[in-house]
């Protein structure tokens, strides 16, 4: 069975701090995909990266970095220079390949203070 | 291109009625899987469509069914509602199996 584990509940920083979210995840297949979602206050999950299990380099998308190692199978999300709108609940989630549903962590509140 | 529509936003409903959800994924994309969401629970899967077939379910119970249209928009159905059917439930699409899915904005369900 596959499990996410997101250790930290919640987080808060003061702007401009770096931040970094932990996921760990467990599966038996080979390949998989890891997602990571944002949740505002108005409920949509925001889609933010999806990666192969395959593609072990991180990613950097402006602020946002992502650090996968599967060797501690874990896929970590950094915010740098945090901001105030960055506040929301953050997801990490796993789907096999050998299935379609994707399997959610129990998410990370993140509360940026000005 | 438009995004993933729930409708309708908020819905309020007594123990015992049913209620009918609806999504209308993003244009070209044929996979539609539906998520509850709850304080206690968390994220968890209830179902996912390909091409008005299901592929996977989740571990709900019969009261709650879905279906697909030819044009890919995706109805959920809750029968016999229960308090613990309140919940925020989601609607995500994707082009295929393992495509960064795309969610909706939900559909608030309170039940009385």
């Known amino acids: 069975a596959q499990k996410v584990t997101q250790a930290q509940t919640e987080i808060s920083v003061v702007e401009k701090e770096d931040v970094t979210l932990d996921c760990v995840y467990e599966?038996?297949?080979?390949?998989?995909?890891l997602f990571w979602y944002k949740q505002p206050p108005s409920g949509e999950l925001v889609f933010l990266i999806r990666?192969?299990?395959?593609?072990?380099q991180n990613e950097i998308s402006g602020r946002y970095s992502w650090n996968f190692q599967k060797s501690t199978s874990s896929f970590n999300f950094t915010i740098t220079a945090s901001q105030v709108v960055d506040s929301a609940v953050y997801f990490c989630?796993?789907?096999?390949?050998?299935?379609?549903?994707?399997?959610f962590g129990e998410g990370t509140q993140l509360t940026v203070n000005p | 291109k438009a995004g993933v529509t729930q409708t309708p936003r908020y819905l309020i409903k007594t123990r015992g009625q049913q209620v009918t959800l609806s999504c209308s994924p993003i244009?070209?994309?044929?996979?539609v899987s539906w998520y509850q969401q709850t304080p206690g629970q968390g994220l968890q899967f209830l179902f996912e469509?390909?091409?008005?077939?299901?592929?996977n379910k989740g571990n709900f119970p019969g009261r709650f069914s879905g279906r697909q249209f030819s044009n890919s928009r995706s109805e959920m159905n809750v029968s016999t509602l229960e308090l613990g059917d309140s919940a925020l439930y989601l609607c995500?699409?994707?082009?295929?199996?393992?495509?960064?899915?795309?969610f909706g904005p939900g559909t608030r369900l309170t039940v009385l």
């Open positions: 995500a699409s994707s082009l295929a199996v393992g495509g960064g899915r795309f």
């Open positions: 599966t038996r297949d080979t390949t998989y995909y």
């Open positions: 990666r192969n299990s395959f593609d072990e």
């Open positions: 989630a796993l789907m096999e390949t050998s299935g379609s549903r994707l399997t």
């Open positions: 244009s070209g994309h044929r996979s």
């Open positions: 469509y390909f091409s008005e077939t299901q592929r």
